[in-house]
């Protein structure tokens, strides 16, 4: 299975041994950089990031500042030259902390646990969402679900059969679903499995226009 991973570190010598490390141990890994922890936030606001790689000590806003905003599903390690800010970061659940400079032999013993963490997460997940609407819950399979749309505080859920309306954010949910679901803008999920073709900055499924917008062109068609 490949995971969507973010490395943020100002240093760009850091990101890239970081980065050299995840490929020796994950050739399908989707990496994403950010040299700011600003950057940082952005990317995780528009799209799911399975493991963050979080450097601390970086100027505007620290690695520490940046986790202490997120509220997100994102298994977070650190990566620091200074030990003393170990506390701090696993008050804020950090999975794991690492002083640099690394050495491959601690990253993989690392890495190998945050996967398997993962792992066993994805397998615990069901395999439906509950709708509340109205009085009635819904149980819809992943598979009948054809894409998801953004709606203020709401997604709209489309299946061949019926539009759901659910009262959550599409970052949530997306959180929620298996792998076949991928971003394809930030107001759109799309089941990959669902797509008839690819045309210009769209994709089609059921006959309907979903569009591809530049920030996420590239790893979905990574995935198809």
């Known amino acids: 299975m490949s995971y969507q991973i973010l490395i943020v570190d100002d240093e760009p010598l850091a990101r890239q041994v970081i980065r050299e490390y995840i490929d020796k141990l994950m050739a399908d890994a989707e990496i994403t950089e950010a040299d700011d922890a600003i950057e ?5 606001g528009d799209r799911t990031v399975d493991i963050l790689f979080l450097d601390i000590n970086m100027p505007l806003m620290t690695g520490l ?3 202490s ?3 997100t599903s994102t298994l977070t390690i650190f990566t620091t030259a200074y030990a003393e800010h170990a506390v701090e970061a696993f008050e804020l659940a950090a999975f794991d902390y690492l002083v640099k400079p690394i050495s491959f032999a601690r990253f993989q013993k690392s890495f190998r646990r945050v996967v ?3 792992a066993s997460d994805q397998s615990a997940k069901t395999e439906w969402v509950m709708i509340k609407e109205g009085k009635r819950m819904y149980k819809v399979l992943h598979g009948e679900i054809l894409y998801l749309q953004a709606y203020g505080d709401y997604v709209k859920i489309y299946t061949p059969e019926k539009t759901y309306l659910m009262k959550t954010k599409l970052s949530a949910i997306g ?8 971003r394809s803008h930030r107001s759109y999920v799309i089941n990959i499995e669902k797509i008839a073709y690819v045309e210009g900055n769209h994709v089609v499924i059921n006959d ?3 569009p591809i917008s530049d920030g996420y062109r590239a790893e979905l068609l990574n995935r198809l």
């Open 40 to 44: 940082a936030q952005r990317i995780l």
């Open 65 to 67: 500042e940046l986790a």
């Open 69 to 71: 905003t997120q509220e």
């Open 116 to 118: 398997d963490h993962l």
């Open 175 to 182: 959180q929620e679903l298996p792998c076949q679901f991928a």
């Open 208 to 210: 309907e226009k979903i």
